[in-house]
């Protein structure tokens, strides 16, 4: 079993700088795509950014976060990073990691196995 532990939450003030880490604990193979999704209440899961296998390394964003936000992996610390920069208050959610164990992209939260619990982020302005 892929636990996955969420780390480096918090809040900041707007166009401040916050890098959240993903660690995995347990098999986690390297063509894993690890991706980034946050929630507000009452809402769903969007997708932020994804990183795929460390052979490929192909990183992609949302919208909303392109330029912003820069997706990294650690493989020898099984640990993929969220460097976020030029923070907005839109930015305020609730960041989910999460695991497909599958080698290709997919930025639809129904197709990922393995989820963290969550890591608050608030942007104020």
């Known amino acids: 079993q892929v636990q996955l532990l969420e780390s480096g939450g918090g809040s900041v003030q707007a166009e401040g700088s916050l890098r959240l880490s993903c660690q995995a604990s347990g098999r986690a193979p390297s063509w894993f795509t690890v991706a980034w999704f946050r929630q507000t209440l009452g809402q769903g899961r969007d997708f932020v950014a994804a990183?795929?296998?460390?052979?490929?390394?192909?990183?992609y964003y949302a919208p909303s976060v392109e330029g912003r936000f820069t997706i990294s992996r650690d493989s020898a610390k099984n640990t993929v990073y969220l460097q976020m920069n030029s923070l907005k208050p839109e930015d305020t959610a609730v960041y989910y990691c999460a695991a497909d164990s599958s080698a290709s992209y997919s930025n639809s939260p129904v197709d990922y196995d393995y989820w963290g619990q969550g890591i608050q982020v608030t942007v104020s302005s």
């Open positions: 990183i795929t296998r460390i052979t490929s390394n192909e990183r």
